[in-house]
C-alpha cells in the first residue's frame, strides 16, 4: 500500500472512531438512564432488562470495532498498515475502501470463515 493512499483510510478511521465513541458515549447514558430506579412494575423491569441487553450487545460489538481501528490506525504509523496478516499479500484497495480496518485479504478471510464454521 503506498503512503499517498494511506491518509484516505487514516481519515476514514479516524471518521468512524468519532462516530463509535459518540454512540458508546450514547449507549452508556441510555444504560444508566434505564436503571431499575424507573421502573414502575415487573414488566417494565422485564423490558427494561431486554433493551439494555441489547445494548450492551451492541455497546460490546462497537468496542471490537474501536479495537480494530487502533490497530490499523497503530498499523499505518508503523508503516504496515493494508498487509494481510494471514498471507502478508497487499490487501485489495477496494476491500479496504469498504472496510478500512480489515486485517485479512478476501482470500485468507474466507479461509478463516470457512474453517470457522468446520468447527462448529
Known sequence: MTMNNNHIFKEKLLERKKEII???????????ELSCDDVCD????????MDSGRKQQI????????????????????GT???????????NKERLLVKPYAKYCIICRELIEKEGKNKK
Open 81 to 91: 498498515y493494508g498487509i494481510c496478516e494471514m498471507c502478508e499479500e497487499p490487501i
Open 42 to 49: 415487573e414488566g417494565d423491569e422485564a423490558t427494561s432488562a
Open 22 to 32: 459518540k454512540i458508546l458515549d450514547d449507549i452508556t447514558n441510555e444504560i444508566k
Open 59 to 78: 455497546y460490546l460489538k462497537l468496542k471490537e470495532e474501536l479495537n480494530e481501528i487502533e490497530v490499523a490506525l497503530k498499523k499505518i504509523e508503523e
